[in-house]
């Protein structure tokens, strides 16, 4: 049995619906989710899939819910870095008690040692969990999620110019959907070639480009300035994040400038069959002006 933990988040939902696609119907039996409110699973439910309680934070709930299961997709979560690093310590603990035989954890592109950013310093803690653990496991990449594009460029399309503390830096986007597909098609493999997949676009683009791609396809004036860390920090937590992710997101642009972001490989074709979206294909999803008559 394959099961996808996070499955009411937006990245564990598509999981899910790409196992679902990719696996001979029925999945009963085959297929199972944990999430911390089953009520929101009612539709995988009702499609065959087994839902089942579990919370990171709650290890009885874990005992059960990974009993049977021999893969599992760990989605990562989100939070506070100690809080973070120990959910994903609990996850681990559990699935080797429960003797998962192999799992597939959702990472991050960038988990260097002398990253700046709090994401590479919880992901790395993971997979190092993971190695330590004894569990046979893949680890998988992601490169950051195109489809924020959206809620990070929208708001910025009324003043003209997105802020952003990322420099010269560069970026390979991908969705969470397709990221979503290469993960599906990773724990359906009889056999993967490798331990760490990187999952990234096939080019990597900074902002300036991104905006003026945006500007171009959304017919509204967009420009990019590069703004200090402190100032992005500031205006995030004046949005209302809380402090933590505030500066959460402040020291993983701050990789971004760094260029830790900028690489690229095959391994998503070399799981799909085929390479990623292109950027330009993304906006002109995402930012099209659609008609109104
Ligand atoms: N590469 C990137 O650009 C990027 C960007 C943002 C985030 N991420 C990472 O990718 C992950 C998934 O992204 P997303 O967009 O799907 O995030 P999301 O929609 O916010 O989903 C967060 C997921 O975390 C789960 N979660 C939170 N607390 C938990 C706990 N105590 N126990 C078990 N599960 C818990 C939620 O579980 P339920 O399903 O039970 O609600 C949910 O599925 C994030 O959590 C983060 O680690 C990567």
Known sequence: ??????????????????????????????????????????????????????????PATLASAFTGVERLI???????????????????????????????????????????????????EAESALADSGLAHTVLRNTLYADDLPQLAGPALNDGILALPAGEGAVSLVSRDELAQAMAAAALAPRLEKHVYELTGQVASGFATIADKIARVSGQALRYSAISEVKYVAAQQQAGLPAWQANALGSLFRAVAEGRFARTSNDFAALVGHPPKSLDCMIH?????????
């Open 1 to 58: 049995m394959i099961l996808v933990s996070g499955a009411n988040g937006r990245l564990g939902r598509r999981i899910v619906q790409h196992l679902i696609a990719r696996s001979p119907a029925p999945v009963a039996g085959r297929l199972a989710v944990s999430v911390r409110e089953p009520a929101r699973a009612a539709d995988l439910a009702s499609r065959g899939v087994e839902v089942r309680h579990g919370d990171f934070e709650l």
């Open 74 to 124: 760990l989605t990562s979560t989100d939070g506070p870095r100690a809080q973070h690093i120990a959910r994903h310590r609990q996850a681990i603990a559990a699935a080797r008690g429960a003797g998962v035989q192999h799992v597939f954890y959702v990472s991050l592109l960038d988990v260097a040692a002398d990253s700046p950013a709090e994401y590479a310093a919880v992901h790395r």
């Open 285 to 293: 999803e995402y930012f099209t002006p659609r008609s109104t008559s």
